[in-house]
């Protein structure tokens, strides 16, 4: 089948599956939240590669391990180079909703830990948008394809997406390099809101990793924007 691009082959990929869902969380690769060193993914012959390499992470905050980092929460679920690859490893991971707790899927570019501190992350910033319960899975499926499928078109400036499950409401949320460039965090925006179909009275926010890093907190102290 010849694809026009990367999210047409993701798309494709979606159609032809079964619909059949794995109810077992996928274990990680690694129970380490730092993983050895491993080769880099490359796609298996013929494949649709896609522009960057990724890697998928699940956290979730145990309410028995109040001292638990951040990092240690943190676990390296696979990477992925390819189109097949991450249906691969997608197919079999509960679906958003059906996560409990305070739980957190981060699928970012290989190379970059879902952390603020991070290089690729420090200067960066990210949009904000709350869910309603029930809608998690398919607007995070919605998200990732379009990041994969490089549908924002900014090059590097996408560093990755999280979804945030918690007890109210769930969060979706897009990080980027550079918060200062106005220019390219107007255009995610835009790009947002058409793969996510976002109704008129949505609100967006935003919010810097430096004042992530000051507060101590994801989503407190945003900036918002009506859409």
Not at 44 to 52: D, K, M, R, Y
Not at 80 to 85: D, G, K, R, Y
């Amino acid at each position: 089948m010849k694809m026009n691009n990367k999210f047409d082959a993701l798309k494709a990929e979606d159609s032809s599956g079964s619909g059949e869902e794995d109810t077992t969380e996928q274990k990680p690769e690694n129970g380490d939240s730092s993983p050895s060193p491993r080769p880099a993914p490359k796609p298996g012959p013929g494949e649709h590669p896609l522009q960057f390499n990724y890697a998928y992470w699940f956290s979730r905050k145990s309410p028995g391990k109040q001292s638990a980092s951040y990092d240690q929460n943190l676990k390296l679920v696979g990477t992925f180079a390819s189109v097949e690859q991450f249906w691969k490893l997608y197919s079999h991971m509960v679906r958003p909703s059906d996560l409990t707790g305070h739980s957190d899927y981060h699928l970012f570019k290989e190379g970059i830990r879902p952390v603020w501190e991070d290089s690729a992350n420090r200067t960066g910033g990210k949009w904000i948008i709350r869910l309603k319960k029930g809608l998690a899975s398919r607007c995070w499926e919605n998200l990732i394809l379009a990041m994969l499928g490089e549908q924002f078109m900014v090059g590097e400036e996408i560093c990755g997406a999280v979804i945030s499950i918690r007890y109210q409401e769930d969060i979706l949320s897009l990080w980027n390099r550079t918060a200062s460039d106005l220019t390219t965090t107007s255009r995610i925006r835009d790009t947002l809101k058409r793969v996510l179909n976002l109704p008129p009275n949505t609100i967006m926010e935003y919010k810097t990793h430096v004042d992530s890093l000051k507060d101590n907190s994801s989503f407190r102290n945003t900036n918002v924007f009506l859409r």
